[in-house]
């Protein structure tokens, strides 16, 4: 049985594609790192016909294909239209992060005869149209490399094909910089802080005792009220015009509290519905620490 559809992992350069082909190697799904990006149509004709025993592939394509590399989103899409499908999940990290890395590991550029930083920048350019196509965006600058081993695994579950959108719902603390994968953001900075209370201070969201603090408060009812009205309204719009993931983001200043405990709620409420729906608290421990 051929390849129903196959996934392309594509990003910045140091932010965790090799790392990428190991966990999904470990997952049983056959990589190609590299792969010509001419040579894709003729591959995945071998597993879409049952040529080969291969029934789940994942190619690995960025900038190291120079100047093939460019046409990948028209010859994803020229696929598309006969019937093979496909997810591109695309790996992002903040310069200081790529930077960090490739400092650490003495490893070139793929862009050569300039400096790293400019390297860097030339190569988010060249990828733009392909992180704004991107089926998933994944930020991996906070990520230890057992951090991404657990996570990766899980979020490339959310990408198989499945009726009704894919929802990932992720609190975060602006302190510690905005999900860039983030659709949608909402703020509730405004809320009443727990963190100001010496006996919720230790806590996350996800006490029931930072809940109710939370939620005690007239402000915290009405926003998730008119949140999940707007939310309501909104998704099925964009389930129409074709969108298969959508990313929404809930900060306050730690990512500790109040974005928990909101997310917590909205999730209880949109879990209710035909939604495949993941839940992210990407701050809340960090800010224990």
Not at 140 to 151: D, I, L, N, P, V
Not at 193 to 214: D, M, R, W
Not at 221 to 242: A, C, H, K, M, S
């Amino acid at each position: 049985m051929g390849a129903k559809f196959f996934y392309v992992i594509t990003g910045m350069s140091g932010a965790g594609k090799s790392l990428a082909t190991r966990v999904l190697e470990d997952q049983g799904i056959h990589c190609v790192d590299n792969l010509p990006v001419p040579l894709i149509p003729q591959f995945v004709e071998l597993t879409r016909h049952g040529q080969t025993e291969i029934d789940r592939i994942a190619l690995v394509c960025d900038i190291r294909g120079g100047k093939q590399f460019a046409p990948l989103l028209n010859l994803l899409d020229e696929l598309e239209r006969e019937g093979v499908g496909h997810r591109l999940i695309f790996l992002e990290a903040s310069d200081e992060a790529l930077l960090r890395r490739f400092s650490e590991t003495r490893r070139r550029h793929p862009i050569h005869g300039t400096g790293l930083r400019e390297s860097i920048e030339v190569e988010r350019k060249l990828v733009a149209d392909l992180r704004g196509q991107a089926d998933l965006v994944i930020d991996t600058s906070k990520m230890s490399a057992a951090e991404f081993r657990t996570e990766f695994p899980r979020v490339l579950e959310s990408q198989k094909p499945a009726a009704g959108m894919n929802l990932i719902l992720t609190s975060f603390g602006f302190k510690h910089g905005s999900p860039t994968e983030a659709d949608l953001i909402f703020d509730v900075r405004f809320l009443p802080n727990p963190y100001y209370v010496e006996k919720l201070k230790p806590l996350t969201g996800l006490s029931s005792a930072v809940s109710e603090y939370v939620f005690s408060h007239e402000a915290a009812r009405e926003f998730l009220n008119r949140l999940t009205r707007f939310l309501d309204y909104l998704i099925p719009q964009y389930v129409t015009e074709g969108k298969t993931n959508l990313t929404i983001g809930i900060g306050c200043t730690g990512g500790q509290h109040r974005s928990v405990a909101i997310t917590e709620r909205l999730a209880a409420h949109l879990g209710s519905q035909d939604w495949n729906l993941i839940t992210n608290h990407r701050d809340a421990e960090l800010s224990q620490k």
